[in-house]
């Protein structure tokens, strides 16, 4: 079973707009949360990641916000540009490193 | 540094051949995992090798083998293939047991069982 839920599937989402996306997860074993960034054509690429200790993350536009109580987290993407259409992808993996996706969110931003 | 790369990038075989994907993780790295990309299931973890021994292992049938050699570098092996094996196949790489879990991905190989 999907053990990291990922919402929405995908949006659309106007140039200097923002871009949310949601996860949740269920096994409180994971400990680390990262965010990847997928092209066409391309490997996942390590956007931003985030720890449970820390409730917010930013670096440039792009912002994690986590809530341990309600085991969520969530991707912001500040000022949205047309080169962020792309698919992101959030996972969780506890201390042994095994990444668990979420099913992918695609994102368009329109000029 | 270089990243992590895979050879080959496009592969087209026939139901009940074998593949063998290779993946060259990037220097240091001591763990190499494999995954699995379809628009269905979405990305799918196989196994995990650190220092030669497989340590983690996803819920894939026993066709889907690999193995890692001293340098690092890794392949895994798909035996009797099945259509729905066609999919991107993911390696990534990371200094596990250095202090970050961060895992570093290749490109891909495109798998096409016909």
């Known amino acids: 079973q999907q053990q990291v839920k990922q919402s929405p599937q995908s949006l659309i989402v106007q140039k200097g707009g923002i871009s949310i996306i949601n996860c949740a997860y269920e096994?409180?074993?994971?400990?680390?949360f990262p965010w990847y960034q997928q092209f066409p054509g391309k490997g996942p690429a390590l956007l931003i990641a985030i720890r449970p200790d820390v409730s917010e993350k930013k670096e440039g536009r792009f912002t994690i916000s986590f809530n341990k109580s309600a085991k969520q987290f969530s991707l912001h993407i500040m000022d949205s540009q047309p080169g962020d259409s792309a698919t992101y992808f959030c996972?969780?993996?506890?201390?042994?490193?095994?990444?668990?996706f979420g099913a992918g969110t695609q994102v368009v931003v329109t000029p | 540094k270089a990243g992590v790369t895979q050879t080959p990038r496009y592969l087209i075989k026939t139901r009940g051949q074998q593949v063998t994907l290779s993946c060259s993780p990037i220097?240091?790295?001591?763990?190499v995992s494999w995954y699995q990309q379809t628009p269905g299931q979405g990305l799918q973890f196989l196994f995990e090798?650190?220092?030669?021994?497989q340590r983690n292992k996803g819920n894939f049938p026993g066709r889907f083998s690999g193995r890692q050699f001293s340098n690092s570098r890794s392949e895994m092996n798909v035996s009797t293939l099945e259509l729905g094996d066609s999919a991107l196949y993911l390696c990534a790489s990371s200094a596990w047991g250095e202090g970050t879990d961060t895992q570093y991905f290749g490109p891909g190989t495109r798998l096409t069982v016909l």
């Open positions: 996972a969780a993996s506890d201390s042994w490193g095994k990444l668990q």
């Open positions: 096994n409180t074993a994971f400990d680390y």
């Open positions: 090798y650190f220092s030669e021994t």
């Open positions: 220097s240091g790295h001591r763990s």
